[in-house]
């Protein structure tokens, strides 16, 4: 991606793993990196965040959703828990808005123990994505835990997905 195109574009990662600084953190901003050449603009760690997740009042959390909302590509990543994405990462998406509260692209990202859950991003995730207005492009992302840390694990799905990407965000600059 060009430089200049990066500079124009708003990237966001929001992680729902409970734990902060988590390995789901490492590969999501791993993936908005190889996706735009660029660190993410914002990321949002959803466990450092505390009882203001679930605080409807919270300013701090609204104004989070704006701005993750507003970006041109958000990677939206959880652990798998129980064949499904967190939680914490729910409440976080029930805030908004269906149809249009995610105006740009979504990545689904996964990271699960074993391969039984290598669906989970395009059965769980992806779907609300689109409910709240998101274009997903290509198919969700699922990577094995013990693989996380590994460039590889990654590479045929951005192999396949990057170009995509590219090409809606440069038709959207």
Do not use: C
């Amino acid at each position: 991606m060009s430089e200049s195109l990066a500079s124009h574009l708003r990237t966001a990662v929001v992680v729902g793993n409970p734990k902060p600084a988590s390995r789901t953190l490492t590969a999501a901003t791993h993936v908005a990196r190889e996706l735009t050449g660029a660190d993410p603009d914002l990321v949002v760690d959803l466990a450092t965040l505390g009882p203001a997740v679930i605080d409807w009042g919270s300013t701090e959390v609204a104004e989070l959703v704006g701005q993750v909302g507003g970006a041109d590509l958000v990677v939206v990543a959880s652990p798998t828990y129980k064949g499904t994405y967190t939680g914490l990462l729910k409440v976080f998406l029930d805030r908004f808005a269906g149809g249009t509260g995610l105006r740009g692209l979504a990545v689904p990202l996964m990271l699960g123990a074993g391969p039984a859950h290598a669906l989970a991003p395009e059965l769980t995730l992806r779907p609300v994505l689109t409910e709240l207005g998101a274009t997903v492009p290509g198919r969700g992302l699922f990577v094995l835990d013990s693989q996380y840390g590994d460039a590889a694990a990654y590479d045929p799905w951005l192999e396949a997905t990057r170009p995509l990407v590219r090409s809606v965000l440069q038709a959207a600059a």
